[in-house]
T-cell receptor
Framework: RKEVEQDPGPFNVPEGATVAFNCTYS??????FFWYRQDCRKEPKLLMS???SGNEDGRFTAQLNRASQYISLLIRDSKLSDSATYLC????????????FGSGTQLTVLP | EPEVTQTPSHQVTQMGQEVILRCVPI?????FYWYRQILGQKVEFLVS????????KSEIFDDQFSVERPDGSNFTLKIRSTKLEDSAMYFC???????????????FGPGTRLLVL
């Protein structure tokens, strides 16, 4: 089983749509969770950390279910500029901050 | 806004040659990392570095690779005797020491695209 698994997509949605991405992780010792976005041929950039209680940042909402080892990202009112690959990222306890990346979910927002 | 910088942006080398990839982490950060991303694949951890020594390294980071903090600002990745399969984008990242409990944010540089011919 992959350490961090995501639906690769692609997701093609119209502007203004709501889109949800899911991610599962295999190591129950995982400590910290993040969503990064990566534009084509660019570096990963932190979108948001994911907390156990769930958290929201503007149009973006992240949820964590430790029992199911499941992370989600919801994007509301999607914009053209949201087009990117969304990376689910996990950090293990005692791992000297090693990040484990999923393969990413590609999103294209269409006009 | 402070950022991680990397040089060169692109490097082409012949198989068997040595390359040095350079990074300048964010100035008050004390943890440094190298990751790589082969074209079309996921980002993979190579090594983390703290207090002038390697904290952790992955299976990819074998004897062919080494890291160094030669001065107060630079952090380098050396790849000896490059192989075709070393062709990838190499990202440097850095983070602060203090962990607020929500995980320590790692900030990534723009990457060096390495092509081994």
């Amino acid at each position: 089983r992959k350490e961090v698994e995501q639906d690769p997509g692609p997701f093609n949605v119209p502007e203004g749509a709501t889109v949800a991405f899911n991610c599962t992780y295999s190591n129950s010792a995982s400590q910290s969770f993040f969503w990064y976005r990566q534009d084509c041929r660019k570096e990963p950039k932190l979108l948001m950390s994911v907390y156990s209680s769930g958290n929201e940042d503007g149009r973006f909402t992240a949820q964590l279910n430790r029992a199911s080892q499941y992370i989600s990202l919801l994007i509301r009112d999607s914009k053209l500029s949201d087009s990117a690959t969304y990376l689910c990222v996990v950090e293990k306890i005692g791992s000297a901050r090693q990040l484990t990346f999923g393969s990413g979910t590609q999103l294209t927002v269409l006009p | 806004e402070p950022e991680v910088t990397q040089t060169p942006s692109h490097q082409v080398t012949q198989m068997g040659q040595e390359v040095i990839l350079r990074c300048v982490p964010i100035s008050n950060h004390l943890y440094f990392y190298w990751y790589r991303q082969i074209l079309g694949q996921k980002v993979e951890f190579l090594v983390s570095f703290y207090n002038n020594e390697i904290s952790e390294k992955s299976e990819i980071f074998d004897d062919q690779f080494s890291v160094e903090r030669p001065d107060g600002s630079n952090f380098t990745l050396k790849i000896r005797s490059t192989k075709l399969e070393d062709s990838a984008m190499y990202f440097c990242a850095s983070s602060e020491v203090e962990d607020s409990g929500g995980g320590e944010t790692q900030y990534f540089g723009p990457g060096t695209r390495l092509l081994v011919l």
